[in-house]
């Protein structure tokens, strides 16, 4: 599992830019494996049968194992590279995009078709949902009603994301640490609480923080 952060697409999106009357259409959508990348491309070449291009590129695996493009007759290395650049500087993973071109008449030379497929790839990507998935320990702490808001000050101050908290005759809180943070934390956490605290440490698994402030963290299931 990755140490770092990784971003990876929630849900696609699409953007359009016009360059000298060309029209270029990004759409951008999750993928897992090559052949849902591919299956992807083809989609969009049959919805846009009637464009001139329909150049792709995609990243999958969480360090960019797999990495392909393809300029679909535009002249060598002036859209997919481009694409596929744009892609691997964004940090996301697992992730695909096609660029529909209806040409406008002008031609744009190198650098012009360089620089379109570019910002259409960065436009389709501006409008997509991404989260984060990280590694980390989760630590289920139990308390009493005085050590609660010891313990949210903590979480807090380390910016620790919380997974649950169930109150009842005591509370329990669910919290995730960093690996290299956790013996830091629970001798905070007995400090804070005059040892009152009970913690259980779980196995490191992965989850998933959404840009959305509104969502909870997310333990991922193949963890």
């Not at 590129?57 to 990495?67: C, S």
Request: charged share 20%; proline share 5%.
């Amino acid at each position: 599992m990755p140490s770092n952060p990784v971003l990876f697409l929630k849900e696609g999106g699409q953007g359009e830019i016009v360059e000298k009357r060309s029209r270029f259409i990004a759409t951008v959508m999750p993928v897992t494996t090559e052949s849902e990348a591919q299956e992807f491309i083809d989609r969009m070449k049959k919805q846009y049968w009637d464009a001139r291009h329909n150049c792709s590129a995609f990243v999958l695996g969480d360090n960019a194992e797999i990495t392909r493009c393809s300029d679909d007759g535009e002249p060598p290395h002036t859209a997919g590279r481009p694409m596929l650049d744009a892609l691997l500087a964004s940090g996301i993973r697992n992730v695909a995009v096609v660029v529909t071109r209806y040409f406008g008449g002008i031609l744009l030379g190198t650098g012009g078709l360089v620089r379109a497929y570019r910002e259409a790839t960065l436009a389709g990507l501006q409008n997509c949902k991404t989260a984060k998935k990280q590694t980390g320990i989760p630590v289920e702490i139990v308390t009493d009603y005085n050590g609660i808001g010891k313990l949210l000050f903590l979480t807090g101050k380390g910016n620790y994301p919380v997974l649950n908290t169930v109150y009842a005759d005591t509370v329990t809180l669910t919290v995730i640490l960093p690996n290299d943070g956790l013996n830091q934390f629970l001798a905070e956490v007995n400090d804070a609480t005059a040892g009152k605290a009970v913690c259980t440490a779980g196995d490191p698994v992965s989850y998933i923080i959404s840009d959305s402030p509104n969502e909870s963290p997310k333990i991922l299931q193949n963890s």
